[in-house]
Nanobody
Framework: QLQLVESGGGLVQPGGSLRLSCAAS????????IGWFRQAPGKEREGVSC????????NHADSVKGRFTISRDNARNTVYLQMNSLEPEDTGVYYC??????????????????????WGQGTQVTVSS
């Protein structure tokens, strides 16, 4: 059974950076697309970024394009989300999720997350001065 654990969250000032990690156990990530999602208090969960299982194709929400980068290190069974130029609006609990959806071999979308079967417990990111 694939298990995911997020880490790297914390409190950062506006304009700062954080790198989130999503470490997998129980199975190799090689065959899974990975998505990052976030949920702010009182708001619905939204997709942030994703990376395909093969070819490293990525996708980002418009709100984070140019600021966030997603990457994967299959040797370490880990996916990263590098977040730069953080804004207060980026505050929320960040979750990584894995999808074995065949279409996500060479592309990915976040959508509402319904294509992602495995989820981590989340890590809190707070952007505040």
């Amino acid at each position: 059974q694939l298990q995911l654990v997020e880490s790297g969250g914390g409190l950062v000032q506006p304009g700062g950076s954080l790198r989130l990690s999503c470490a997998a156990s129980g199975a190799t990530l090689d065959y899974y697309a990975i998505g990052w999602f976030r949920q702010a208090p009182g708001k619905e969960r939204e997709g942030v970024s994703c990376i395909s299982s093969h070819g490293g194709k990525t996708n980002h929400a418009d709100s984070v394009k140019g600021r966030f980068t997603i990457s994967r290190d299959n040797a370490r069974n880990t996916v990263y989300l590098q977040m730069n130029s953080l804004e207060p609006e980026d505050t929320g609990v960040y979750y990584c999720a894995a999808s074995g959806f065949a279409t996500f071999r060479t592309m990915c979308i976040m959508g509402r997350g319904t294509s992602y079967a495995y989820w981590g417990q989340g890590t809190q990111v707070t952007v505040s001065s």
